[in-house]
């Protein structure tokens, strides 16, 4: 069919105009973007993309993400006008509270926004995540007979995520893995917030993208209704097993001549301009926020149209579940929600005697869970030899193998985590990701992201102290566990021995509202077996519980996680009778807990408390209070053995027996 280019232009301008009306309204908002990606919007939503507004979480839809988030008005606009539950009120409320359009896009807020996106670069990532999930869905549910998956992911970005590292980490990603369901649409605009791009940048794009093998598709004029529509069927089409780039040459905030072209048109300072450019744009000078009748219709016939498509599906669907049940039920449970007691009965217990660190504990644990949840994916940043989260019945996700469950991504951490959470917003995977605990540094955007999100993602990280040893203070995390506690939404479970990582790992699996950071060991930890395995296992889903009881009167506590739950016990039984050992592997769930509960564990009538953790002493005042001793590591760690370091620094009972006295 002939794209509809006259009426197409009329939705250009009156989406303008809403870009315009909105950000006046406001008196902040974006106005760059909206105003010069309009004809790109117009192509996507009014043509190319496969999708039914009125189920936006259809399985085969095509996933629109923009990833210049800041600019939200293009996307509010042109999901209103293709006829998404996104009223003209609701775009009246532009970034008003509990609005549907928020400053920048949230994901759960607005129907048909697939991302959380503002923090640039972070789309592009998770485009590539989704791409991923995308092949994993085809190579998983496909079938000789039924074609059940066959969309794109089509994601939207401006030199400014373009410039971002996690961009170029995700892409370089996309292009070694073939991702050919992947297509970005570059709005090379030449203008950021500050300036003309060419005051920051002057590479070649297109040589670079080619060189990580993507197919680079040139669009000369982005404001071209019919070569935007070619470039993007091009995109589709393309059969070289490459993911693809239209580099769109367009002009910033066309439509407002005082600013456009110009690094003032990026934000809100053209919307002075607003009446003169809406008179410009032929926009009734009485009736703000108009959309015709016209441009209504012509997408009301569109959606119609899409959803005669949709139901064809849906047909396919139906036939597919019944003649592939065993496919059907799987697919089916990516909607459940895995129950951590249900997960702990798939894992053995562990030796009496074990003495294992936990990240091997972890590796033991990994396997049945892999095994009982088949959607759920692993990944490592380049260090599979050290985090041991292989999923080792499983290969490695690689063109030849989409349904492969281990991804190796490189050393890429940024990309890693921001293309779990494209992973995570697909819904249909449950992707987890490797690296050391320190080089949390590196993904943690995309981390705090998750838990703004509300993403399940699961981060196994592992050498998680100064008890790494030799390698010394760049690779021991000391403040990192804290500043990850710190997020709100995020979990972090830093398990004392095998017992307590079995169930770490399973109330990480459990929890699909956010995201939990395993924090776990390089060096072994004995198996704490003088306390019985169900009393560790629930203590953790718990998030502290009383490991060794007093058995007379109460009159200290001892707190520790991790490789210190070893030292609070053996001081304890130094200390005598009265001294109780608290294991807190995880301070998001003991706050969790009920005020009873809490109070069992920790008595406020008992104000004699020391603390131990081989980190930072910062959370730690909440829990030993004013009386309270906190033994802690308030500094970098050292390079010498692990059993030296832990010593120089108070990591030992010792320690805590000169504290208690
Ligand atoms: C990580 C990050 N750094 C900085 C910003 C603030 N910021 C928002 S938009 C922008 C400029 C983006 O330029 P471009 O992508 O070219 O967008 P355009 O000017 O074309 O709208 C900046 C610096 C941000 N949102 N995210």
Not at 40 to 68: C, E, K, M, T
Not at 419 to 436: E, H, K, M, Q
């Amino acid at each position: 069919m002939p794209l509809n280019t006259a009426l197409l232009s009329q939705a250009c301008a009156q989406a303008r105009g809403l870009a315009i009306d909105a950000v006046h309204k406001a008196g902040i908002g974006h106005l760059g973007l909206p105003l010069g990606a309009a004809e790109i919007g117009a192509v996507l939503y009014g043509s190319a993309l496969q999708h039914n507004p009125d189920d936006p979480r259809w399985l085969n839809r095509d996933r629109f993400i923009l990833s210049a988030g800041h600019g939200s008005m293009f996307l509010y606009a042109w999901l209103h006008l293709a006829g998404y539950d996104l009223s003209l009120d609701d775009i009246k409320a532009f970034r008003q509270l509990h609005s549907k359009t928020p400053g920048h896009p949230e994901f759960h807020e607005t129907p048909g926004v697939e991302c959380t996106t503002g923090p640039l670069g972070q789309g592009i990532g998770n485009a590539v995540g989704m791409a991923v999930s995308g092949k994993m869905a085809q190579a998983r549910f496909n079938t000789p007979d039924f074609t059940l998956f066959d969309n794109h992911i089509i994601c939207l970005a401006g030199d400014g995520c373009m410039q971002e590292g996690v961009a170029m980490e995700a892409m370089s990603f996309a292009g070694h893995q073939g991702l050919d369901n992947l297509i970005v649409i570059y709005d090379a605009n030449d203008v950021t917030l500050d300036a003309m791009a060419d005051k920051t940048q002057s590479e070649d794009s297109a040589k670079r993208f080619k060189a990580m093998g993507w197919d680079v598709i040139s669009l000369p004029d982005g404001h071209d209704l019919e070569a935007i529509s070619k470039a993007i069927s091009k995109a589709k089409k393309a059969t070289s097993g490459r993911p693809q780039i239209i580099i769109a040459k367009t002009i910033i905030a066309k439509g407002i001549p005082e600013v456009q072209g110009t690094n003032k048109g990026h934000g809100e300072g053209g919307a002075k301009f607003g009446e003169a450019a809406r008179a410009g744009l032929g926009l009734p000078a009485d009736r703000h926020f108009y959309v015709s009748d016209g441009v209504y219709a012509y997408f009301a016939a569109h959606k119609a149209k899409l959803q005669r498509h949709y139901k064809k599906w849906i047909k396919t669907y139906t036939a597919w579940r019944a003649a592939h049940p065993e496919k059907a039920a799987l697919l089916n449970q990516r909607s459940e929600k895995p129950s951590a007691s249900a997960l702990l009965e798939k894992i053995a217990s562990f030796p009496a005697d074990a003495k294992l660190a936990t990240r091997a504990a972890g590796r033991d644990v990994l396997q049945p869970l892999a095994a009982a949840l088949p959607l759920f994916v692993s990944g490592s940043a380049d260090l599979y030899g050290s985090t041991f989260n292989y999923i080792a019945t499983d290969k490695d996700f690689e063109k030849a193998d989409r349904a492969a469950r281990n991804i190796r991504y490189g050393i890429r951490e940024h990309a890693m985590a921001a293309i779990c959470n494209g992973i995570a917003y697909d819904g249909i995977f449950r992707p987890s990701c490797a690296t050391f605990l320190v080089f949390t540094d590196y993904a943690r955007p995309a981390m705090r992201v998750a838990a703004l999100a509300k993403l399940p993602v699961v981060y196994i990280y592992t050498h998680d102290s100064v008890g790494v040893g030799e390698d010394g203070p760049t690779h021991q995390p000391v403040e990192t566990i804290s500043s990850v506690r710190l997020i709100p939404n995020f979990d972090v479970i830093r398990p004392g021995d095998p017992e307590e990582t079995a169930a770490a790992f399973a109330a990480a699996l459990e929890n699909t509202s956010g995201p939990t950071l395993l924090a776990l060991t390089r060096q072994a930890l004995p198996n704490q077996n003088d306390i019985p395995v169900a009393t560790r296992r629930e203590g953790t889903l718990k998030g502290a519980y009383i490991a060794v009881a007093e058995t007379a009167p109460l009159e200290r506590i001892l707190i520790a996680t991790g490789s210190e739950l070893q030292h609070a016990i053996l001081a304890a039984r130094q200390l005598g009778a009265g001294t109780r050992v608290v294991s807190m592997p995880s301070m998001a769930r003991f706050d969790g807990q009920s005020r009873d509960y809490r109070e069992s564990v920790l008595p406020s009538s008992c104000q004699s408390r020391i603390a131990i953790e081989a980190g930072v002493s910062a959370l730690w005042h909440k829990y030993v209070g004013p009386q309270g001793r906190i033994l802690a590591i308030d500094r970098f760690g050292l390079s010498a053995p692990f059993q030296v370091v832990m010593k120089e620094l108070g990591m030992t009972p010792e320690a805590i027996l000169a504290a208690a006295r």
